[in-house]
């Protein structure tokens, strides 16, 4: 298929490889799908699902971009469904004897990025998003922000917003600058917004 521009957003589950390594399956197989399906009910942009992971569920968008700020409130949706979920489950599965490490081990990430050359490839039943920018999403997972939690959103995405103006502080967080050097790709240049004081 034609390559398009096209937004990919990833919420992805920090915690999750601790989780399932201390936690046994029957536990894990029902949180994790939890989770994630609150996450995708969350969806209010109308994100089309890619692929779901395991720990994570690539969404993407083409055709006009969102405003930056129905950008920031979908990503606060996802997380504060997330959490919302969480809790639900802790209650639910506080007896159980890995039930307690629920809401501690568990977190949300959010990646952001907008690539001018994605296609859409049809396999089987399924979409599978290929071009170099769906590789750097993913990386973009592996970053050097010293927090858990957060939105992720790189250079590339960043630039399509430039005729407006974005706030930088938003009560709640504000943009931080980094970047990270990447093999075969190069430094990537983003900016995060810490999610952790949406639930405290």
């Known amino acids: 298929m034609e390559a398009t521009p096209t937004l990919l957003c990833i919420p992805d589950i920090s915690g999750f490889t601790q989780f399932m390594s201390t936690t046994n399956i029957e536990l894990s197989a029902k949180v994790i799908p939890s989770l994630l399906n609150r996450v995708i009910y969350a969806n ?113 995405l960043l630039s399509e917003f430039r005729d407006e103006t974005i706030d930088r502080n938003f009560g709640w967080g504000e943009l931080h600058d980094r970047e990270t050097k990447y093999k075969h790709i190069g430094e990537i240049n983003y900016s995060y917004i810490n999610l952790e004081p949406l639930v405290e």
């Open 44 to 156: 209010k942009l109308d994100l089309k699902v890619s692929e779901i992971e395991g720990d994570a569920i690539l969404f993407y968008k083409t055709g006009p971009l969102p405003t930056f700020a129905e950008l920031v409130y979908q990503c606060r949706l996802f997380y504060t469904e997330f959490y919302d979920q969480l809790k639900i489950l802790h209650k639910q599965y506080k007896n159980h004897n890995e039930g307690i490490n629920i809401p501690e081990i568990l977190g949300l990430k959010i990646v952001l990025h907008y690539g001018q050359e994605i296609s859409a490839v049809p396999i089987g039943k399924n979409i599978k998003l290929m071009g170099e920018d769906v590789i750097i999403a993913h990386r973009l997972l592996k970053n050097k922000i010293p927090i858990d939690e957060y939105i992720l959103l790189s250079e590339d």
